[in-house]
């Protein structure tokens, strides 16, 4: 419904045709690729948070001398007051905790779940805790590092974003701002904008704006995304 809403705007702005509607079909397009990479960005960061959150209780059992399969069991029934039962954290916690119980190895039980989440955190843990076991080091010992490595990346992201919140609210107010004034003009002042309308100079003029638009649209989304 963004979509088709989007749509409507833009063949009412730049073109007042209704005719525009399936040449600018494609902008629809790329905006529902650009909610959805938004939307997954966001599921990552909020599952990030939760990992975070699970591996810190992890390490703190771990250090009070539980074993890994233990402290696993443990932070299992640790994050059922934090979270919703389906929450994605619970569900993975649950999983590896009925494979546990299955006499699967810790090895395995965490291959799994980083073959599940793929993602790039899950993948560091699993990697250096595999390594630890195969070469014989402290595992209990560099798992605590290996979370502290983590959190203190997912936190200096999580500053970063939120030193970059009033930036990306500035992006999106200078977004509306040149549509809302073209909205103006033709609602206040039409016989200003009608010599745009209807004719291939006018057509040619405005769709030269609406690439630039879109181009400065990308450009914004780019600087305001930044990852560690």
Not at 52 to 64: F, G, H, V
Request: proline share 3%.
């Amino acid at each position: 419904m963004q979509a088709i809403g989007l749509i409507g705007l833009f063949a009412y702005l730049f073109y007042d045709s209704i005719a525009s509607v399936i040449v600018l079909c494609p902008v629809g397009v790329i905006y529902l690729h650009e909610w959805r990479e938004e939307r997954c960005r966001k599921k990552e960061m909020e599952f990030r948070s939760q990992f975070q959150n699970s591996i810190q209780i992890l390490a703190s059992l771990l250090k009070t001398g539980y074993s890994v399969e233990n402290a696993i069991r443990e932070t299992e029934k640790e994050l059922m007051p934090l979270y919703p039962e389906e929450c994605r954290i619970r569900t993975e916690y649950e999983r590896m905790g009925r494979e546990l119980k299955m006499n699967l190895s810790v090895e395995q039980v965490l291959k799994g779940f980083e073959n599940r989440v793929q993602q790039e955190d899950v993948k560091n843990f699993v990697t250096v805790f595999a390594a630890a076991k195969r070469t014989g080091g402290d595992s209990i010992s560099i798992l605590r590092e290996t979370v502290r490595i983590i959190s203190g990346k997912i936190e200096t992201e999580r500053e970063i974003q939120t030193l970059l919140a009033s930036k990306t609210l500035e992006f999106r107010i200078m977004c509306v701002i040149p549509l809302g004034m073209v909205f103006y003009m033709r609602l206040a002042f039409p016989e200003f904008l009608s010599v745009l309308y209807g004719n291939p100079a006018g057509i040619l003029l405005m769709s030269g704006c609406l690439g630039i638009y879109l181009y400065a649209f990308q450009m914004g989304v780019r600087i305001t995304r930044i990852e560690v």
